[in-house]
T-cell receptor, first 112, second 114 residues
Framework: GNSVTQMEGPVTLSEEAFLTINCTYT??????LFWYVQYPGEGLQLLLK?????DKGSNKGFEATYRKETTSFHLEKGSVQVSDSAVYFC???????????FGAGTRLFVKA | EAGVVQSPRYKIIEKKQPVAFWCNPI?????LYWYLQNLGQGPELLIR????????DSQLPKDRFSAERLKGVDSTLKIQPAELGDSAVYLC????????????FGEGSRLTVL
């Protein structure tokens, strides 16, 4: 079946630290991969996406590369800010399908 | 442009009582989803609509949950009767014409069953 596994949180970093949140997936077919972010008190919103192998999605200083050989889509940011504190969800959707499957989420705390 | 609107934001009820959640998707989005989010977990699909047709309700517990999307615009999710284990956040999302694109989420309705 299709599934997403992401690193457990919480992740606590100091401002300007480097961030990596690991995400691996299992999928039949050719998935599109997503990172969604949920800021406190808000709904989930798309952060970035990649639709085929070797694509790199990027937004707001975050980036993730679709690695088919390792079935991974790790989220990275070179220098986090306090405002990046949120819950991050890795997700996949099979191309042509209609169901997005989410990981359990990783909570990030950034300290000033 | 208005986003996905859900109400109520919070609801506290006694077990065995009914509850209903309402969702208005982004204008022009034909596909509407209801997701369940338990504490510390990612969203799980309950039901997906294409216009007014429920095309995937395989994960909806039909003994107590029901949903409708009359006229293919806004939607209501109902639980009757509610159980303690139904305490969770109910998320509504919409997207353009199904497929593997971006989902737009509302802020969610947090249900507490006592």
């Amino acid at each position: 079946g299709n599934s997403v596994t992401q690193m457990e949180g919480p992740v606590t970093l100091s401002e300007e630290a480097f961030l990596t949140i690991n995400c691996t997936y299992t999928a039949t077919g050719y998935p599109s991969l997503f990172w969604y972010v949920q800021y406190p008190g808000e709904g989930l919103q798309l952060l970035l996406k990649a639709t085929k192998a070797d694509d790199k999605g990027s937004n707001k200083g975050f980036e993730a590369t679709y690695r088919k050989e390792t079935t991974s889509f790790h989220l990275e940011k070179g220098s986090v800010q306090v405002s990046d504190s949120a819950v991050y969800f890795c997700a996949l959707s099979i191309t042509g399908g209609f169901k997005t499957i989410f990981g359990a989420g990783t909570r990030l705390f950034v300290k000033a | 442009e208005a986003g996905v609107v859900q109400s109520p934001r919070y609801k506290i009820i006694e077990k065995k009582q009914p509850v209903a959640f309402w969702c208005n998707p982004i204008s022009g989005h034909n596909t509407l989803y209801w997701y369940l989010q338990n504490l510390g977990q990612g969203p799980e699909l309950l039901i997906r609509y294409e216009n007014e047709e429920a095309v995937d309700d395989s994960q909806l517990p039909k003994d107590r949950f029901s949903a409708e999307r009359l006229k293919g615009v806004d939607s209501t999710l109902k639980i009757q009767p509610a159980e303690l284990g139904d305490s969770a956040v109910y998320l509504c999302a919409s997207s353009l014409a199904g497929g593997a694109g971006e989902l737009f989420f509302g802020e969610g309705s947090r249900l507490t069953v006592l």
